[in-house]
């Protein structure tokens, strides 16, 4: 949903009706998960995309039923012999998608509107919709696409009863505090032991953080690149010469203040986590080393620093003789990044996202031609 909210911010003030598709479920190697949205406006405009290609085509043409008659649909679309360039996924995926028209004006508009608000401020949130998966595919006119939207202390929306709307409201908040997007099985009334409803439950969390210390022009492409992907970035430097808004526009902050001390009041702010990455770009010792005490100290997921071989090891020397220990030292990724043969402050910032993804997912680092099994791995 993240990647349609500015479009979506805009058609819930118009007053025409439009389309949210949403992925249920996926099978196979279908390249897009579970809770991935699209939107059609009744002008035909499209927001994002469900399958990189595949089935967006056959997606807009059921939209164009659904925005005509106003009933909810789920359709299946995978590989079958002779559709498989039309309307299947060529990859060898499976996948499932509920189409609803959202009115002006209506609850669901108002929910989708709430949602939008969260995801401004990067409050955390769930939000479940009555869904069906696999094959035959229900009839029009089901209750698809009902919108339930949960936050830790109260529940807005309606997917049936009010036993049902509690019961998948408590499990949301579980999964939700898990960060977990999937198909919850329930019954009609909010039955545990019964599967008469599917409801996929998409937990929305505040987007990841990168703080990236030394306003430097590697820092630029990075802010860039994380903002890009999904991250909440903070580039800060000790000079305020350097550490300016408009030499970083990317970035959703910028802060002036002495590195090591930012961080301390971010950790007592509790706003550092196993989500958190730490990128130090400053190599300077005076900078590095009371950074690098505290952030090697601290639940950051990922704490990377760039120097040479030799600024790393006169780096390590120094922390040594602050206290820090092998296990914390273990910690660290410098020099930071992959080995792609990176050049320019932009190629660096590829290498570097791309050891942080690779923690992340936990990928091998190589070729993929060079690997086998599934290429999207859980």
Partial sequence: ????????????????????????????????????????????????????????????????????????????YGVSDDDAFAVGLTCGGHLDVVLRRIEPGSDEAKLLAEAVARIDADEPFALAMLVHTGQPVPDPGEPLG??????????????????????????????????RTGILTIGADGERLYDDREVLVMALTPRPRMIVFGAIDYAKALAELASFVGYHVTVCDARPIFATPKRFPSADE?????????????????????????????????????????????????????????????????????????????????????DIGARTPEATAVSILAEVIQGQWGGSGRQLRQTEGPIHGE
């Fill in 1 to 76: 949903m993240r990647d349609i909210v500015d479009g979506l911010r805009l058609w819930l003030t118009g007053e025409d009706p439009f389309i949210v598709a949403v992925i249920a479920k996926t099978w196979s190697s279908a390249p897009r998960p579970a809770g991935t949205m699209m939107a059609v406006s009744a002008g035909g405009e499209v927001l994002g995309s469900l399958s990189g290609g595949c089935v967006e085509g056959a997606v807009y043409e059921l939209a164009q039923e659904v925005l005509a008659d106003g009933q909810p649909r789920g359709a299946h």
């Fill in 254 to 338: 910028v802060v002036t203040q002495w590195p090591h001390r930012y961080l301390e009041a971010e950790i007592a702010a509790g706003r550092i986590g196993p989500t958190t990455v730490i990128a130090m770009l400053t190599h300077d010792l005076k900078f590095d080393v009371p950074l690098l005490e505290v952030a090697l100290r601290c639940e950051a997921g990922y704490i990377g620093a760039m120097g040479s071989r030799r600024t790393n090891a006169q780096r390590e020397e120094r922390l040594r003789e602050a206290g820090v220990t092998d296990e914390e030292l273990a910690r660290l990724h410098t020099p930071i990044g992959l």
């Fill in 146 to 179: 009902r919108l339930l939207l949960v936050a830790d202390s109260e529940a807005r929306g309606r997917l049936g009863s009010q036993r049902l709307d509690e019961a998948v409201a408590d499990d949301a908040r579980g999964w939700l505090a898990a960060g």
